[in-house]
């Protein structure tokens, strides 16, 4: 895409899409309080059945696994319809899976959650799927990231109340027994310890059944909400095949959809086990490791507002590719400084990350045409990579540690690998469009 001439700049929102733009970018808070509230569960379904970091962390395969499996199907459904209905699906299922959660609190059990967290997440995965390309088109192409990247900014101040909800709601009203207590009442008195569960289990509903009924409620917004119709979604034909066969041949797009992946594991993982390391390295209680979750995501939210101004001078490939090698370089830290300057790098991880999700999805998009509502789809089933790496993740913290380091610490290697290959993408598409270009200026997309 060409950058718009100065003479004649731009806006980047129409003055006719101004409040479809509003509404559909309300979305995007909605599903990042889902994100963020649910990260610490991870910690508190550990605690509350005793299980290991690995099997806590099925909360997360469950989680991101929905947006995997619907985000395919998700895509074809808003081609034949259109986004309206894609969203109006995506508020169903989500409104759906969170009230799920009250009968998974009476069964009291774990794999009754994961399902709740899989409808759920299914519901999000329309959601993105439709909001992400929707916004894309609310104007000329030469302002869509720019666009995008407004409306991502939005996403981090949900993920904030989520959080906020998780510590204050969720985590400091759970019993403060530890695990070890926990254990011993469970094998010294069942009943006491089953009692403790279902109490703690009802703590954890509670949230999630109100989210439901605000879902319910913005479903209804958007179910009589006109939404203008954007170019090409006048075009119904799937094309599926065609467009698939398109989308394999662009290695930009393909490489894209790993980068994708690779981010969105890393920042899983780094926001999932900050509550582990503060409470494994550094002897803290949940809601208070939880705390600094949230200096993270604050970091993130002013990080991003920054990095989107930035982007009007330095091109989308070499600030990503300079933000990874920043991420890379505090993981390291975080893996061999203790105390609270280990601390303080995995906080500071948030500055890094806070523009890679809108910046990966516009590059990978960029010069797509119709092909971006299937191609969304791609990116969308990427964010499974938050499905598969805090699992893995969990699963080396359960070990005993390597190299003289604790299996907390050594567990961020995995993350680490992650910011090495997006670093590795932000500069093959700095190079591309230098090559393109003729110079070190990245023609706006």
């Known amino acids: ?14 003055p006719g899409y101004l409040v479809p733009f509003v509404l559909v970018t309300s979305l995007f808070a909605l599903w990042g309080f889902a994100n963020d509230i649910t990260n610490p569960m991870v910690a508190a379904f550990k605690s509350i059945l ?31 319809f259109s986004y309206k209905v894609g969203i109006l699906a995506g508020l169903t299922l989500y409104a759906v899976g969170c009230l799920l959660f009250i009968p998974s609190g009476y069964l009291m059990t774990f794999w009754a959650f994961l399902i709740a967290y899989f409808v759920m997440t299914c519901g999000l995965s ?37 959080m906020l909800i998780a510590k204050e709601f969720i985590l400091a009203r759970l019993d403060p027994a530890d695990d070890a207590a926990r254990t011993s009442l469970s094998e010294s008195d069942p009943a006491a310890f089953a009692a403790m569960q279902k109490a703690d289990l009802g703590v954890i509903i509670a949230p999630y059944a109100v989210l439901g009924i605000v879902v319910f409620f913005v479903f209804l917004v958007f179910s009589i909400a006109r939404l203008p119709k954007v170019t090409g979604e006048d075009d119904r034909r799937l094309n599926a095949g065609a467009t698939l066969g398109r989308l394999f041949k662009n290695k930009r797009y393909l490489e894209g959809v790993i980068a994708q992946a690779f981010y969105v594991g890393a920042q899983i993982m780094c926001w ?9 390295e550094l002897g803290m209680e949940r809601a208070e490791a939880q705390g600094y979750n949230v200096i993270a995501m604050v970091i993130f939210v002013s990080s991003r ?21 920043g991420g890379g370089l505090l993981i390291l830290a975080t893996i061999y400084l203790s105390g609270m300057p280990g601390l303080y790098c995995l906080i500071g991880v948030s500055a890094c ?40 993740q969990g699963a ?3 070990g005993t540690g390597a190299l003289g380091l604790s299996a907390t610490r050594v567990s961020f290697f995995l993350p680490l690998i992650c910011f090495v290959f997006i670093a590795i993408y932000g500069y093959r598409t700095y190079r591309y469009h230098q090559a393109t270009s003729g110079s070190n200026t990245l023609t706006k997309i």
């Not at 991101?64 to 985000?71: E, K, L, R, S, V």
């Not at 329309?126 to 939005?154: H, K, W």
């Not at 010069?367 to 990116?379: E, P, R, V």
């Open 353 to 392: 990350m806070s523009l890679m999700f809108p910046t990966i999805y516009g590059i990978a998009l960029d010069g797509l045409g119709d092909d971006a509502k299937l191609g969304s789809a791609g990116l969308i089933m990427a964010i499974g990579g938050g499905c598969l790496m805090p699992p893995l």
């Open 272 to 280: 999932t086990f900050i509550i582990q390391y503060g409470v494994n």
């Open 50 to 80: 005793l299980i290991s970091n690995f099997e806590s962390s099925l909360v997360q395969a469950a989680f991101y696994g929905g947006y995997c499996f619907m985000a395919i199907p998700a895509a074809l459904i808003i081609k034949r």
């Open 1 to 14: 895409m060409s950058a718009p001439s100065l003479s004649t700049p731009t806006r980047t929102i129409p």
């Open 126 to 162: 329309f959601l993105e799927t439709s909001a992400n390309p929707y916004i894309l088109s609310m104007g000329d192409e030469a302002t869509a990231t720019r666009r995008l990247n407004l409306a991502q900014a939005f996403n981090p101040l949900g993920s904030i109340t989520g």
């Open 396 to 398: 080396i913290m359960d």
């Open 305 to 325: 507002f920054l990095c989107t101004y930035l982007l009007h001078y330095v091109s989308s490939g070499r600030l990503l590719a300079g933000l990874a090698m």
